[in-house]
C-alpha cells in the first residue's frame, strides 16, 4: 500500500508563493503518475496538476496553467507543487494522489491519496 504525506502549506497572502511537497512511500515512485487535486469549502474536489513518469509529461487546469509547476524528484520520491502568484481562489486542501495509470485530469483514475494539506490566501 503506497503512503503519500503532504507538507508546506499554509496562510498567504494573495500574490505570494508556496511550494507544496508530497512524500511517496512506495518502491514504485520513478514508474508511477501522480498529481495534485484541491477542494475548497462547500465544492467539489477539482484537478490542479499532473505529471506522468515518462519523459515528465505535465498536465494543468487551465486556472493554474502559467501560475503553478509540478516537478518530481524521483531518488528521493518525492512530488512538489510550487505555487506562485497565489489567488484569494486557490485558497483549498490540496492533496497529493497516485495513479499506475497513464497522466490523467480525472480524480477516479488515482489510486492512492494524501490526507490533505490546507492553503489559504488572504487578501
Known amino acids: 500500500h503506497v503512503h503519500l504525506v503532504e507538507s508546506g502549506g499554509g496562510l498567504v497572502q494573495a500574490g505570494g508563493s508556496l511550494r507544496l511537497s508530497c512524500a511517496h512511500s512506495?518502491?514504485?515512485?520513478?514508474?508511477?503518475?501522480m498529481g495534485w487535486f484541491r477542494q475548497a469549502p462547500g465544492k467539489e474536489r477539482e484537478f490542479v496538476a499532473a505529471?506522468?513518469?515518462?519523459?515528465?509529461?505535465?498536465v494543468y487546469a487551465d486556472s493554474v496553467k502559467g501560475r503553478f509547476t509540478i516537478s518530481r524528484d524521483n531518488p528521493k520520491n518525492t512530488l512538489y507543487l510550487q505555487m506562485n502568484d497565489l489567488k484569494v481562489d486557490d485558497t483549498a486542501v490540496y492533496y497529493c494522489?497516485?495513479?499506475?495509470?497513464?497522466?490523467?485530469?480525472?480524480?477516479?483514475?488515482?489510486?492512492?491519496w494524501g490526507q490533505g494539506n490546507q492553503v489559504a490566501v488572504s487578501s
Open positions: 512506495g518502491r514504485r515512485f520513478s514508474t508511477t503518475t
Open positions: 494522489t497516485a495513479s499506475q495509470g497513464t497522466l490523467s485530469i480525472v480524480a477516479a483514475e488515482y489510486d492512492n
Open positions: 505529471i506522468s513518469w515518462i519523459l515528465d509529461n505535465t
